[in-house]
């Protein structure tokens, strides 16, 4: 059976500005909604104009004085709020912009509305490309970030389903809610992500594991630059990982961010994290490279319904923007050029498998009976640690697919439910 997708929407929401020479683009969204017509994909889909966030929604997680805040300041008045602006982390990346309060209720009712659909059953995926916005903190904005709508939405899911395994694959590290879930077991989140040399936020080394009842709740994978397809990013991802955040800036030539992922790359870990068959929140996230978002976003969109689409563009008032190629799957220049050694990823692994079998010994079991033996990848020779692309070097069978599977199949049993965040920097 297939499975019955929600697909949130708002027409306004592409028209907000963060300002000039601001990376971030709401008119993104509008690209990315055009595409999704144009291929035709709504008719697969149910489509909503979302719900708006309330204040006192967004103060499931936020202070009571921070979304106040939000809701009063503006560009007209903000001289008045100069302690504040100050306090709340609100001015340069975050800058203050007209209808700030409205963007954000708009993208965090959309999230919410996800959550609620897939609570009562009314879907099976849920998708909301304007939300996932990791970085925002509960006492303040971040990374272009205000409201959470990602942890919003996860508190929500947690009303009806004991688990929530949350993927991030955007670029940055989602710090917002791995902090807002770093003492749970409930909340198990994933982190895909560019750390060192001052990368923003900073955080997300793979030592942060959780705490108290949440001790190896909480995997961090931090990755360097120029990661690709067949090198890095999806062995590592699909190793670890049974669930995913769809940030798309981890793209190749984004405009802030530094990977090197295809737009088909970064569709399969979509694909992959579909693969587990439970509820299923994608949201977007970051993702600067306004014609890529969107054809990343469309990409995956079809991913999720199934249905292939041709790699030509249709028609659409957006057209030009896709030059010159006018493609789904422009090819991905490498822009990086410092590159990851295997060394430093079989650190990685083998750190990142150790915490994921201490959650053997963790109270709360949800993901157990995980054999050792297919944790380990055997060497056939000794490859130059420099070279970059000898992935081949390591024998890969199934039974590194077979891990996540099961691990996957362990968390559906305790009725868990996922939370990808797409996001590309
Ligand atoms: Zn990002």
């Known amino acids: 059976m297939t499975n019955r997708t929600s697909y ?3 027409p306004d929401v592409g028209n907000f500005h963060y300002g000039a020479g601001h990376p971030m683009k709401p008119h993104r969204l509008s690209l990315t909604h055009s595409l999704v017509l144009h291929y035709g994909l709504y008719k697969k889909m149910m489509v909503f104009k ?34 504040s602006l100050n306090t709340f982390n609100v001015g340069d990346d975050c800058p203050v912009f007209p209808g700030l309060f409205e963007f954000c209720s708009r993208y965090t009712g959309a999230s919410l509305q996800g959550a609620t659909q897939l609570n009562h059953k009314i879907c099976d995926i849920a998708i909301n490309w304007a939300g996932g916005l990791h970085h925002a903190k509960k006492f303040e904005a971040s990374g272009f970030c205000y409201v959470n709508d990602i942890v919003i939405s996860i508190l929500e899911l947690l009303k009806y389903h004991p688990r929530v395994l949350y993927i991030d694959i955007d670029i940055h590290h989602g710090d917002g809610v791995q902090e807002a879930f770093y003492l749970t077991d409930r909340v198990m989140t994933v982190s895909f992500h560019k750390y060192g040399n001052y990368f923003f936020p900073g955080t997300g080394d793979m030592y942060e594991v959780g705490a108290e009842s949440g001790r190896y709740y909480c995997l961090n994978v931090p990755l360097r630059d120029g990661i690709d397809d067949q090198s890095e990013f999806l062995p590592t991802s699909q190793n670890v990982i049974p669930a995913v955040h769809c940030g798309a800036d981890s793209l190749g030539c984004d405009r802030l961010g530094c990977f090197n992922l295809s737009i088909r790359g970064h569709g399969e870990c ?3 994290v579909k693969s587990f068959k439970i509820p299923l929140l994608v949201l977007g996230g970051g993702g600067y490279t306004v014609r890529n978002v969107a054809r990343c976003w469309t990409f995956e969109t079809s991913l999720l319904l199934e249905e292939s689409i041709s790699d ?13 190629d006018f493609t789904l799957h422009p090819d991905v220049n490498a822009v990086c050029t410092e590159t990851i050694t295997l060394q430093y990823l079989e650190q990685i692994r083998q ?34 640690p420099d070279e970059r692309g000898a992935e081949e070097n390591y024998t890969r069978s199934a039974s590194h697919l077979k891990l996540s599977q099961r691990a996957a199949s362990s968390v ?5 439910c996922l939370c990808l965040c797409v996001t590309l920097v």
């Open 8 to 10: 949130f929407y708002d």
């Open 50 to 83: 979302p719900y708006k966030a309330s204040q006192h929604d967004m103060c499931r997680f936020h202070s009571e004085d921070y979304i106040d805040f939000l809701q009063k300041v503006s560009p007209n008045n903000m001289q008045g709020f100069t302690k």
């Open 270 to 272: 979509v694909e992959f």
């Open 312 to 324: 030509e563009l249709p028609y659409s008032e957006y057209f030009e923007y896709f030059a010159p």
């Open 351 to 384: 750190t990142v498998f150790e915490n994921l079998k201490m959650l053997n010994h963790a109270p709360s079991v949800q993901i157990h009976d995980v054999p050792s033996d297919m944790l380990n990848y055997e060497r056939n020779d000794e490859p130059d």
């Open 412 to 416: 559906t049993e305790s009725s868990c």
